[in-house]
């Protein structure tokens, strides 16, 4: 099974008070993992790699993409992170500004005056999907401030249907729901690592290969 590079995005709104996080339930009939509550995400695409960020990762951020792989750059992975907040939920991370040759799948969100910015994207996890599977990613996850959005937090009316139940779940409730395993482990670091939503101290991988299915940090 050929592993997909994939990038995912843990928005947290009010972190330092009332943490939420936003999160959408895949469907019955998905390929993968069916009725699960997920944050939004998806893999990569190939156009990823040509799309114009305002501006990219930080530097410690980018400099953690780039290690331990042979795929994706870090730009092109904070691209999709933000295409997949926009297409799955709606929400735009972008800076005012004119795309005037924006493809398709982005036509909306230049519609609105804007450009992609995956400044306020901070790099805080890495998953790979264990053998085994219906689909394996190479998955990092990203996680931003909701008040980075440049859209209303409360309006997903421009989502795509591949997630139902679109809202934002108090910390303290998420766990009741119908979770993956990775991410339980994702939301135990993130319980410890907020109220910050700045680039951590490290970053765990968890290589769940056919060779090595420890922990290393990045």
Not at 47 to 73: F, H, K, Q, S, Y
Not at 91 to 115: I, K, M, N, T, Y
Not at 128 to 154: E, V, Y
């Amino acid at each position: 099974m050929a592993i997909r590079d994939a990038a995912t995005v843990i928005l947290v709104r009010d972190p330092a008070t009332s943490p939420r996080v936003l999160m959408g339930q895949r469907g019955a009939t998905a390929a993968f993992m069916p009725d699960k509550f997920v944050f939004p995400g998806g893999a990569v695409d190939a156009g990823d790699a040509t799309v114009p960020l305002a501006a990219g990762p930080g530097e410690v951020c980018r400099a953690r993409l780039a290690g331990e792989t042979t795929g994706a750059t870090p730009d092109q992975l904070a691209a999709a992170a933000v295409r997949e907040l926009w297409e799955e939920t709606g929400q735009c991370l972008g800076r005012p500004g004119e795309w005037s040759d924006a493809p398709d799948d982005w036509s909306g969100f230049a519609e609105r005056g804007l450009v992609p910015d995956a400044s306020p994207l901070s790099f805080f996890f890495r998953a790979l999907t264990p053998p085994g599977r219906s689909r394996r990613f190479d998955a990092r996850f990203f996680i931003a401030d909701a008040a980075a959005l440049a859209t209303d937090p409360d309006d997903f009316s421009r989502a795509e249907d591949e997630l139902i139940h679109l809202s934002w779940v108090p910390l303290g409730e998420v766990r009741a729901l119908n979770l993956p395993f990775i991410t339980r482990v994702v939301l135990a670091e993130l319980a410890q690592h907020l109220p910050s939503t700045a680039a951590p101290a490290r970053v765990p991988f968890i290589r769940n290969d056919v060779i090595d299915g420890r922990v290393i940090w990045l």
